[in-house]
Every structure is written in C-alpha cells, then in structure tokens.
C-alpha cells in the first residue's frame, strides 16, 4: 500500500489504512492511498476464519508470492515469501493470530536508537489504540480464552476476539506443553511471551468474520471526502520537486500505472508514507532513486539520495512442521480437506450461524526461551562463539556497507544479550489438529483419510541477514530477494532444538494418549544432525521479513530515523515492518498496528 498526503499524505499495506485513517480524522488534510492489488472483503477465503491461507489468498491472486534466489543452506532451493496483494495488505491473507513479542525486544528497538519512546511501555497505547478487543464468552472461556485486561484496547479500530470453535485435541497440547514446564498464560500480549495461551486473532466476534486492515480503518470511515483509496493501481515511483539541496530531497509526487498500463502522476502538498512492506518498499524507494548508487546505476535508475543500507539488513522468520498420526479422534482439519461433502455442510453451518468447524483459526501456541531448548552447557559456547565472530558475520551480512556492519554489530550484541539473559523467544510452537507440512495427502500414511496432530515450529529471532534490491528500471521486474536463511549458527542450532522440542510434545501425556507414531521427521532421524538434515529438504518462510528500510541511526546503515522519515529527504516516511530494528518472536500484525498508530500520532503532531 502506498499513501500521498495531498493537503496532507501517501499509503499502501495494512499500515496504509491505518495512517490514512487517522490523518484523515483532521478534515484539512487530504489523504489518497494507492493500492496494488484488489478489494477482497468479499472473498470467502479472506473473511471466513477457518477459510484462512486457502483459495486465493496465500499462493492465489491475493499473494505477491515473491521468490528468493536460490538459498545455499537450504539445499539450493528457492522458497516462496507471501506478502498481501489486496486493499488492506497482508492483514487480508494472515493466519488470523494477534499477538506482541517480548517486552524486552521492543526495549531493545528503543535502546538502539536512543530513544524510549520505541520501548513496549511507551509502545503500548499504541498497541491498545489499535484494537478493539471482545471478551471471550462462556463457551470460549471453557476452550482456553483468557484475555490480560490491562493490556488490552476497547475502543480501538481493529475487531479482535475468539472464534467459536476449537478442536479437543488442543487442549490435549496445551496440557502436554505445561508438563514440559512452560507456564499457563493469558493472551501473549502482555510482554511475557513464554506461556500457553489461547491467541486472540483478528476476528470479529460479532459475525465471526475477519477484521482485517480494510474492516479496521478504511470501511467505517470510507465516506470521509477528505480519504480516496485507489485500487488495482501500482505506484511505480516518487516524484522529486526539489534535489538540490545536497541531503534533503522533496517529494512533489508520486507516479502509478493503473490496470490498462497507463502512467499517472499526483502531485503531493505535504507528505509520501511508503507502505509497502518489507519487499515492496526498498523497491520503490531504490526505483525513485533512493538508495546505494551502484545498485541503482547498475539497474538504470539515476540516483538521487545516496543511502546504501535501503535493501539491505532483510530478516525473515522460518518454519517447519512436526506431525503424527492421530488416533482415537474423529474431527481434525483433516476431515474438512478429505470430505468435501462435510466440509460444504460446515461452509453452510458458518453461513447460517457462524458456527461449526470453520468459525475458528487455530490459536493454541507457546514460545520458548533458550533454556527451554538448550542445557546451559550445549548453549554458553554457542553464545560465545556468536559474541567472539560479530564482527566477521556483520561483515558477511553487510554487502561491503559499513555502516550496515556497525548496526548489524549493534543489533547483534542486543540480541546476544537477550540470548544471555533468557529473554529471548526464539522458537513458537503452534499447535493444529491436522496435518501440516509438506506431503500431499496420497503420500502420507493411511491416504487423504489418516487424521494428524501438527506442531507448527517457528523460527523467529534470525541473527542472519540478507537483502533485496531491484534489478531493473522496470518496476514490473521482480527484485532480486535474499534472506540469507541459516547464514549464522545459532540459527539453525536454536531452530533444530525447536523441532527437538516439538517432538518431545507430541509424545508427552496427555497428547500422547492420541499419538499412533510420528510421521515427520520420523523416527529414523533422531539426532540434531539427521534433523537438520531433514530441516534443509523442506523448510519453508513464515512471511515476517523485516528490517529493510530499518530505524536506526544513519551512521549505524539506519534508512529512517525515529520520526520514520527517510535520511536525505524532507518529507518521505516508510510505515511497516520494514523499519523494525530487530526482528520479534510475535505474528506481526498487532505490532504493524502499533507502528502506524504512533507514525500517525507523531506526523499529526508535526503539524
């Protein structure tokens, strides 16, 4: 999503919508918000919650579906990442689930840039003016809800709530991860990540539908004369009025092509908001001339800001899935997949009155800390290795930049520093009363009928660091996309004990009572090393790349600084994931929200 201010300002994604909205509660400002893909509010796949990730949402016409380059340490294979191409962005095509990260990795964003105001007490309000959030009722209290009051919004503009349905075996995990010594929690919102909890997700309880970006921020208001939004548009680049001044470029506007391939120009009053994700930003800010000369020159584009670190500083979450067969159940997400018969019967159920086996998402989750996953011995020399070799991997991940390698310096030592302090979240296990991975039905045991239990295993705090950057002048042209996935050790040591770990749960009572043998890994690959192995053969994104356009201060390869602004121009701001200094253990929508609810509040109070 992009975003113009005209009086005002320009958008695109989740955040987009957000900032649109509140800028546009001012009636002397002027807001337009181009957006690439389509209006999908009337998708069933997008507003039915047990619908999520299937049709055309992610993999369809709702997805950018960006390819990386070939990853070394993944076998050579090139992975898929999703990102939204819809009015709303990828708040359209999540999994639904709204959860924070840890308190101390937002602490860490403030630390980093010297500035409180990015820590997660000052983060709050902005957390809880996003969200309006519905208490669970009986039935939902009796699955597992239980929301931390104190830390939730009720008045904000993004409907969040439970579904009205959840599979028994879940209860089954949730039991099994307690025995193993991870602590009953609420809601993971509160900045204590480590807990079993039933998620929230981006429902609206009122008509079990999701609440996505375009519900939240852009249908109530959508009368406002003083807020356009513009679909099926793709903005191409910034247009600058003024560049001569050496280190503060003007934007006077913005050019799109609409769907028929014409090329259109707006022109701008005030402010450019690019806000179009961790991939689609850089793209559009190296295409408007922003960025490392060389690779602009290379692609044809003539530079106009030199800023190398736009592209680079790339993280992304990773994920694998660890499943068993389930015996003595008779309802998984298996059978709705394998009967297409039922599943109508529950599509008409929802339809009539929202409930049954597609008014829920899957929400039963816990994150784990690294004494979870490591006995002290195994981790102190991993985390002494990592703190002796920063400097050579900041200069791998830096591309030859150095004011990149002193950030990557700088956001390393913090993470280590959580690490050393058992405060980082590493690895979320994620619990689905069905199979997920990635054999067809056929190929696994028993056929399309065999029920499973999964355990989704996320990777979420990469010290890794990749980059992306476009290729050509022609903003058709894909960018070139590298993750750098696995690139450190740790990262793939802390994500293979994660996998470790889920195994471990799955034969722990009381889900073991439902387990009839693990089918992946399986149970000829037994140590690390035959896991990781496995692990390299089909792990796949988990769609949270961030850090591209990333805040930090210039001299440590910072884009934007804490007013979200772009180095070397007066009036460019980037507002989404992109600009997350350090990756965090959460779904990152909640946080998305966050950010664009105080870009707004800062920009208003810039006058």
């Known amino acids: 999503m992009f975003k113009l201010v005209t009086k005002g300002r320009q958008l695109r994604q989740p955040e987009g919508l957000t900032v649109g909205s509140r800028l546009s509660e001012d009636p002397r400002i002027s807001v337009l918000v181009l957006e690439a893909g389509q209006d999908a509010e009337d998708f069933q796949e997008v507003i039915v919650p047990g619908l999520i990730l299937t049709g055309q949402s992610v993999g369809g016409i709702l997805d950018w579906k960006y390819q990386t380059v070939p990853q070394p340490n993944f076998n050579g294979r090139q992975i898929t990442l999703s990102a939204g191409k819809a009015l709303g962005g990828s708040s359209v095509t999540s999994a639904l689930i709204f959860t924070r990260g840890q308190k101390e990795q937002y602490d860490a964003w403030g630390s980093l840039n010297n500035d409180p105001s990015w820590g997660f007490s000052a983060l709050l309000p902005f957390f809880k003016k996003s969200e309006h959030v519905f208490q669970p009722d009986a039935y939902q209290r009796e699955l597992g809800a239980k929301l931390d009051l104190p830390f939730r919004g009720a008045k904000g503009a993004a409907a969040v709530g439970y579904g009205n349905f959840e599979y028994a075996q879940s209860a089954l995990w949730r039991s099994a991860a307690e025995k193993l010594g991870l602590p009953a929690g609420t809601d993971e919102t509160d900045g204590e990540t480590r807990a079993v909890s039933v998620s929230t997700a981006s429902i609206d309880p009122r008509n079990n539908t999701r609440c996505d970006a375009t519900c939240a921020y852009y249908t109530p208001v959508s009368r406002r004369p003083n807020f356009t939004v513009m679909t099926n548009v793709t903005v191409t680049r910034i247009l600058w ?355 664009a609810e105080k870009a707004a509040d800062m920009i208003k109070k810039s006058g």
């Open 241 to 595: 009025k003024s560049t001569k001044v050496p280190g503060d470029a003007v934007a006077g506007g913005v050019e799109y092509v609409d769907q028929s391939g014409v090329v259109h120009n707006i022109s701008v009053t005030r402010e450019v908001i690019v806000a179009a994700g961790a991939i689609g930003s850089p793209k559009i800010l190296e295409l408007s001339g922003v960025g490392n000369p060389a690779i602009l020159k290379s692609a044809g584009v003539k530079p106009v800001v030199t800023l190398p670190a736009v592209g680079e500083n790339l993280s992304d979450d990773m994920q694998v899935w660890v499943n068993s067969v389930a015996v003595n159940v008779e309802i998984t997400a298996d059978v709705l997949a394998a009967n297409p018969t039922f599943a109508a019967e529950q599509l008409d159920l929802w339809s009539h009155n929202r409930t049954g086996l597609l008014s829920r998402a899957p929400c039963s989750l816990t994150l784990t800390a690294p004494s979870d996953l490591f006995s002290h011995e195994a981790l102190a020399p991993l985390l002494k290795a990592a703190r002796a070799n920063i400097s050579h991997y900041a200069s791998q991940f830096s591309n030859g930049i150095s004011a990149v390698a002193r950030g990557i310096v700088a956001q390393h030592t913090a993470a280590l520093s959580l690490w050393e302090r058992n405060a980082e979240r590493p690895v979320e296990l994620f619990f689905q009363p069905g199979y997920l991975g990635p054999t067809p039905a056929a190929q696994r045991p028993g056929g399309a009928n065999t029920n499973f239990s999964s355990i989704t295993t996320l990777f979420y705090t990469p010290l890794s660091r990749g980059r992306v950057h476009i290729a050509s002048s022609d903003p058709s042209v894909p960018p070139t996309l590298d993750p750098a996935y696995w690139s450190h050790p740790l990262d793939s040591a802390a994500h293979v004990k994660g996998v470790q770990f889920a195994r471990k749960m799955l034969k722990t009572a009381p889900l073991s009572s439902i387990n009839g043998g693990e089918f992946e890994p399986g149970e000829d690959k037994q140590s690390d090393e035959d896991v990781e192995a496995w692990m390299r053969t089909i792990i796949q994104s988990d769609f949270h790349a961030v850090g591209t356009a990333v805040m930090l201060p210039k001299e440590l390869g910072g884009v934007v600084d804490t007013k979200l602004k772009v180095y070397g121009t007066r009036n460019v701001r980037v507002v989404d994931a992109s600009i997350f200094p350090l990756p965090l253990s959460a779904h990152t929508l909640a946080s998305v929200y966050a950010v």
